[in-house]
Structure formats: structure tokens, C-alpha cells
């Protein structure tokens, strides 16, 4: 009997809490593409600081992947292909900024990544629920 319960329950909720989950995920990426804007100058020597190329270029495409692919993933509009390019950029930043695990700030800043990554895996997986441009 509880196992129905529990089942009528999850069915009831699962919409809000794959919306939740979304939202939440999506808000550090808004929230650093934001920054970026705020900082341009500050972000493009942070980049450079690390060596990557054309710091200018790659500052400007973070804060596209940022907020366009926050803001997509908040409205559940291309939910696994967008979760699964926030994916990518997560470990790929886990990589390029944060590779300095003997340090304990990179260390949590690299593995914060990685379980970003996770969860917009899951999202790949079971797409971004009912509650999305997607429916699914």
C-alpha cells in the first residue's frame, strides 16, 4: 500500500522537482555569464592567466554558452542537447581552471564541476520534464 502512495506521490511532485532542478542548475551559469559581463576585463586576464588563446574570444564565448545556455536550460527549451553542452563546458573548465588539486580551493572548484556535469547528465538522460518547452 505505502509503494502506491509513494508512486502518487513522485508522479505528483516529478514535474516540480525536475523544474527545480533545472532552475538551480541553470543559475550558476546565468549567474557567471553575468559576472563575466560585469568584469570583461578582469575575466579575459583570468583566461589569459591560465594560457589559453585569444582570451578575448574565449571570454566572449563563455558568456554565450553561459547565459544562453542557462537561460535555455531554466525554460527546458532543447533540454538534453543544451545539459549536454553545459556538460562539456563544466568538465572542460574543471580542466583548464582547475586542475590544481593539491590546492584545496581547486580542488573543490574542479569536483563542483565535475557534479555540475552529473547533473546535467541526468538531465540528457530523462530530458528536462513536463514543466518545459520540451514537455519531456
Same mark, same amino acid.
Given at each position: 500500500?505505502?509503494?502506491?502512495?509513494?508512486?502518487?506521490?513522485?508522479?505528483?511532485?516529478?514535474?516540480?522537482?525536475?523544474?527545480?532542478?533545472?532552475?538551480?542548475?541553470?543559475?550558476?551559469?546565468?549567474?557567471?555569464?553575468?559576472?563575466?559581463?560585469?568584469?570583461?576585463?578582469?575575466?579575459?586576464?583570468?583566461?589569459?592567466?591560465?594560457?589559453?588563446?585569444?582570451?578575448?574570444?574565449?571570454?566572449?564565448?563563455?558568456?554565450?554558452?553561459?547565459?544562453?545556455?542557462?537561460?535555455?536550460?531554466? /525554460? %527546458?527549451?532543447?533540454?538534453? @542537447? !543544451? #545539459?549536454?553542452?553545459?556538460?562539456?563546458? +563544466? =568538465?572542460?573548465?574543471?580542466?583548464?581552471?582547475?586542475?590544481?588539486?593539491?590546492?584545496?580551493?581547486?580542488?573543490?572548484?574542479?569536483?563542483?564541476?565535475?557534479?555540475? /556535469? %552529473?547533473?546535467?547528465?541526468? @538531465? !540528457? #538522460?530523462?530530458?528536462?520534464?513536463?514543466? +518545459? =518547452?520540451?514537455?519531456?
Amino acid at each position: 500500500m505505502s509503494n502506491i502512495n509513494e508512486q502518487a506521490i513522485g508522479a505528483s511532485w516529478q514535474p516540480w522537482v525536475a523544474t527545480t532542478g533545472r532552475v538551480l542548475l541553470a543559475a550558476i551559469f546565468v549567474l557567471s555569464g553575468i559576472a563575466k559581463l560585469a568584469d570583461p576585463a578582469g575575466s579575459a586576464g583570468y583566461i589569459a592567466s591560465v594560457g589559453l588563446p585569444a582570451p578575448q574570444f574565449a571570454l566572449w564565448g563563455a558568456i554565450a554558452v553561459e547565459l544562453l545556455g542557462g537561460l535555455a536550460l531554466i /525554460a %527546458g527549451y532543447k533540454a538534453r @542537447i !543544451v #545539459a549536454a553542452a553545459l556538460a562539456i563546458f +563544466s =568538465l572542460a573548465t574543471a580542466v583548464l581552471f582547475h586542475a590544481q588539486l593539491s590546492d584545496q580551493t581547486q580542488f573543490i572548484m574542479f569536483f563542483k564541476n565535475v557534479a555540475m /556535469a %552529473g547533473g546535467l547528465m541526468q @538531465i !540528457v #538522460a530523462f530530458g528536462g520534464g513536463r514543466l +518545459s =518547452l520540451d514537455r519531456g
